[in-house]
């Protein structure tokens, strides 16, 4: 199993990717799946854009906590990040710019959208981290190369979260930032594990740019 995610289903929303003037890809969280993120959608609905939600093997991007070491989470981070990249490069293929396609997740694949950003910098549409940072242990170095070069980000989380420290989230902001994102951070007491009304009316403001 090199590649895990290989051949997975990407389901769509809104309009095809050959008509849409903009895109989003969303990640969903561990076990859940493709059909449960694509529902926001309609939440943040926006008549230019093209949806676009992997589905990850089994339910989940990779089998361990997100603040495991890295190796342990082998081949599967591997494959969702490669996979990840594959729609991105599909997206851009159909006319699309980088810069009017935003990354979305939420908690696990918050983590995998922001840890892919950081890999893969340069200016997007916007970044939207729900719940979620970025992936590795403490002190796992952040030596990114490239450049997010002023692109909006987004990250929210509550505190507490039992699967996300605001340690996490503060370093991720920070790293981000280091980048050349414009980020807004917003830490939500006694929210839980969820998406609230306010971060979504963020993720709005990245849409409409």
């Known amino acids: 199993m090199l590649d895990p995610h ?32 694509l529902s926001l959608a309609r939440e943040i609905h926006h008549p230019d854009y093209a949806f676009l939600a992997p589905q ?4 989940t991007w990779y089998p361990l906590g997100f603040m495991s070491p890295i190796e342990q989470n082998e081949p599967y981070l591997s494959s969702a990040l490669q ?8 997206v851009a293929a159909a006319g699309i710019p980088r810069e009017k396609l935003i990354l979305l ?5 918050a983590c995998l959208s922001l ?21 590795g242990p403490d002190g796992t170095p952040r030596d990114y190369s490239g450049s997010l070069a002023g692109t909006p980000v987004f990250i929210g989380s509550a505190n507490p979260d039992p699967h996300i420290p605001v340690s996490r989230v503060d ?6 930032e280091q980048l050349g994102a414009k980020v807004t951070k917003r830490i939500y007491p006694g929210m839980g594990h969820t998406v609230n009304a306010e971060e979504l009316d963020y993720v ?3 849409m409409i740019g």
């Open 6 to 37: 290989a051949g997975q289903a990407v389901l769509t929303a809104g309009q095809p990717l050959d008509k849409a003037r903009a895109a989003m890809i969303l990640v969903h969280g561990r076990g859940a799946s493709a059909e449960d993120i």
């Open 56 to 59: 990850a093997a089994g339910h």
């Open 83 to 90: 996979l990840l990249g594959t729609i991105v490069e599909q």
């Open 105 to 109: 997740g939420f908690s696990q694949g």
């Open 115 to 135: 840890e892919f950003a950081a890999r893969n910098a340069r200016r997007y549409g916007g970044i939207c981290g729900l719940t979620g940072g970025l992936i």
């Open 171 to 176: 370093e991720t902001a920070i790293v981000l």
């Open 204 to 206: 709005r403001q990245i």
